[in-house]
């Protein structure tokens, strides 16, 4: 059950392995120990970062030494060190990644030694450069909003700094102060420390002195850059200090040359925040170090006190040191042959700090999943979950599997009933809403008053042409077609309906059937109509054929065999595929779509595409007729007509195919009505203008003039028999 267990806090120089056993699960640590710039030669020992490898040890110990938590299971771990040097950390990454000391990733022969999980520590940069490869249990720092997307396998420990930033806020309310000085380092953890803090202070209207950016190379600023960092600095009674102990240096340096220089003590109240702690490793330099910063506050995390730990340290002995290899040497370095019990806190402190307490708190955050994972009903199932149930939260993986399984416990998920899906807990099944394009429905609102409104539009028109059924506009443009095109227009429009509401085994089966019969009535009509208009032109020349096919027998085959057609391919597609309700549980988390089934793909294309073909043959004759005289024919407008329908139709086709549930009908509703009012629109509302509003275009010498005009055009070579003219003229 392969598992990483990482700490990486800034690495020292001192190589070193606490236990060297063959335990089962193998923890990875990375600590550092020189954190301060060499000008501070004392400062190159750290004690709190050791305080730290024995509360991971601390932690290790008490839980082997608990028989109920993990039970015939034995947790150790490694410590190494990394200099802050990038290729050391990619180093020992690949190192964690194999076994046996083969820099082989994926090596793991030896599986006595499975990595379990890792904890990063206080350092952003060496965890950046693992995050990609590991999960990580963060103790010392946190990614930014925008780096928690890069790193989604980074989780947070340690306490927030915004409780902190809410202390330092009040501190300064309750002592009134008044002018505020904030420095911090050149890094994202300082940015967001000002950023943070600025808006916190502009809000109780506390003035903010300054604000300085600690870079590198700070410590060695030239004079006239350090005149400049005292002015300012000396503009703030109180300054607030937000960095590592690297910055503290820095800060240090200054203040200690200000103050040889001018012969005066900067005096100002210091506050630090939770992420630095002073100290030394010894008791006669402490003077020398705090002289800069005396009296300053310093905000800490907090820690719960761990009785067992202050004896887990009294019992640590460097004549016997267990293993420890590093504890004699380091024990000798830092506190001579004193006894612990008797070091200052300023130097060791024998209880539980801040940054241990994280460490504690992270090594049970792993010891507690995995008893979790252990304790499950199903351990075969531990078997495809052991990569993914690193990360600590309960079957995130889930969601690769559209939210389809209910979580049980930590290390197994048993699936949910089709029909529902797990709720935000994943601790119960719940019943998927029922998604379909219902009347009350907002969209469906709009489109059902969009469609009564394009129906009534229709019916004042139809209204209008019966009318004014003996003026020569409406005679013009064949009468029976004209009422045929706008009847079937309407019912093109009427049959939005069937596909609005809870569908049902009727209206799924007429739904697509009904639309492409109408529709290629309605196509239908609009070719036999431009038909017509170009044979009678044809018709003017005399000797032409093109005569003897004008008449009623045309345009009835024409209205008869296209919409015949498409009522052949519908009928056979009920008959062998018919569309049917089907309830769609998968494409949308946590509803099943309620939708038609068209049964046959294939022939629901084929009708889309004779409906396609009729569209473009009227598409083509109109444009070929497009020049004929306006008076006389619509051609033009038919054009226009066809163009806006073929549009709508060729837009709709990916539309669609992009949408699920109600969208999908909405798209195709929508489709109906915009190519029908096209139609609507540029065929019969130029005539409807000419019959409403100029009554005086309506009389046949208009027309006459108009067809004489274009006869003429032609050519005085061109022989046309009058006899022919007034034929094709109203009468």
């Known amino acids: 059950m392969p598992g990483m267990h990482y700490l990486t806090l800034t690495v020292g120089a001192v190589s070193f392995c606490l236990q060297e056993h063959d335990f089962p699960f193998l923890k990875g640590g990375v600590f550092p120990q020189y954190n301060v710039p060499q000008i501070f030669s004392h400062y190159r020992i750290l004690p709190q970062n050791y305080h730290q490898f024995l509360a991971l040890m601390f932690a290790v110990t008490e839980v082997n030494k608990d028989l109920v938590l993990l039970p015939n299971i034995t947790l150790g771990f490694d410590i190494y060190e990394n200099h802050q040097i990038e290729r050391r950390i990619i180093l020992y990454s690949l190192s964690l990644l194999s076994t046996q000391g083969r820099m082989i990733p994926g090596y793991k022969c030896d599986r006595q030694n499975a990595l379990l999980s890792v904890i990063g520590g206080d350092s952003p940069n060496s965890s950046r450069k693992m995050d990609s490869h590991f999960l990580q249990l963060g103790v010392g720092f946190e990614f930014s909003q925008g780096e928690r997307r890069v790193y989604p396998s980074f989780l947070r420990i340690n306490p927030k700094e915004f409780p902190q930033y809410v202390g330092l806020v009040q501190l300064f309310l309750y002592f009134q102060w008044n002018w505020i000085g904030l ?179 992270a090594v049970y955050a792993v010891v507690h999943a995995l008893h979790a994972m252990h304790g499950s009903r199903e351990q075969s199932a531990m078997l495809g979950l052991e990569k993914r149930l690193s990360n600590v939260q309960s079957c995130p993986f889930c969601y690769a599997m559209k939210c389809k399984v209910l979580i049980s416990d930590a290390a197994s998920c048993d699936p949910c009933p089709e029909d529902q899906y797990p709720n935000k807990n994943k601790v119960q099944c719940i019943d998927k809403k029922l998604h379909f394009l219902a009347y009350q429905d907002p969209l469906g609102y709009a489109l059902v008053s969009l469609t009564l409104s394009l129906s009534v539009i229709t019916l004042a028109v139809l209204a209008v042409f019966l009318k004014h059924r003996d003026t020569p506009i409406v005679k013009a443009n064949n009468r029976d077609l004209t009422y045929l095109l706008l009847v079937s227009l309407l019912l093109c429009f009427l049959c939005s309906f069937l596909f609005i509401g809870q569908p049902g085994k009727l209206s799924c089966l007429f739904q697509q059937s009904a639309f492409a019969i109408l529709f290629s009535l309605a196509v239908s009509s609009v070719l036999a109509k431009t038909v017509m208009v170009v044979l009678a032109f044809m018709a003017t020349k005399p000797g032409n054929k093109a005569r003897k096919l004008l008449g009623k027998p045309l345009t009835n085959s024409i209205v008869l065999a296209c919409p015949l057609i498409q009522t052949i391919l519908c009928a056979t597609w009920l008959l062998t ?155």
């Not at 380092?185 to 109780?204: A, T, W, Y």
């Not at 009674?237 to 340096?253: N, P, Q, R, W, Y």
């Not at 402190?349 to 994280?358: D, F, L, Q, R």
């Not at 595409?609 to 306006?630: N, Q």
Request: hydrophobic residues 45%.
């Open 183 to 361: 420095i911090a380092p050149e890094n994202d953890d300082g940015e967001r420390f000002i950023s943070s803090l600025v808006p916190m202070l502009n809000e109780k209207e506390i003035c903010l002195a300054f604000t300085q950016i600690i870079k590198i190379d700070f410590h060695v600023a030239k004079g006239s850059d350090r005149q400049r960092i005292f002015n300012t600095w000396s503009k703030g009674e109180v300054i607030v200090l937000f960095g590592d102990s690297k910055t503290i240096a820095h800060v240090h340096t200054v203040v200690y040359l200000y103050e040889s220089q001018r012969k005066e003590s900067f005096l100002k109240v210091w506050i630090f925040v939770s992420n630095w702690k002073l100290t030394v490793r010894n008791p006669k330099y402490i003077l020398q170090t705090i002289k800069p910063f005396h009296g300053a506050l310093h905000f800490r995390d907090d820690a719960r006190e761990v009785s067992e730990f202050s004896r887990f340290l009294m019992s640590l002995d460097p004549l016997n040191p267990q293993g420890d290899r590093f504890l004699p040497l380091w024990w000798e370095k830092v506190f001579g042959k004193e006894n612990m019990q008797n070091l200052p806190s300023y130097v060791f402190e024998a209880s539980m700090t801040g940054e241990s307490y994280n460490i504690y708190n």
């Open 577 to 731: 595929s018919p569309p049917f309700p089907n309830l769609d549980f998968y494409s949308l988390i946590g509803e099943a779509i309620l939708e038609c089934n068209e049964g046959s793909a294939l022939m629901f294309y084929a009708v889309l595409a004779y409906l396609g073909f009729l569209a473009f043959i009227s598409f083509t004759v109109a444009f070929m007729a497009r020049k004929l005289p306006d008076s006389f024919n619509e051609a033009k407008f038919i054009t226009f007509s066809m163009l806006v329908f073929c549009s709508v139709w060729i837009t709709f086709l990916p539309t669609y195919l992009s949408t699920k549930g109600k969208y999908m009908l909405a798209v195709e509703i929508f489709s109906i009505l915009a190519s029908g009012a096209g139609l609507l629109a540029c065929i019969f509302l130029p005539k409807c203008y000419i019959i409403l509003l100029r009554p005086d275009l309506n009389q046949r010498e208009n027309i006459i003039r108009s067809k004489v005009w274009w006869l003429e055009s032609l050519g005085p070579h061109n022989e046309v028999s009058s006899h022919y003219l007034c034929q094709l003229l109203p009468t």
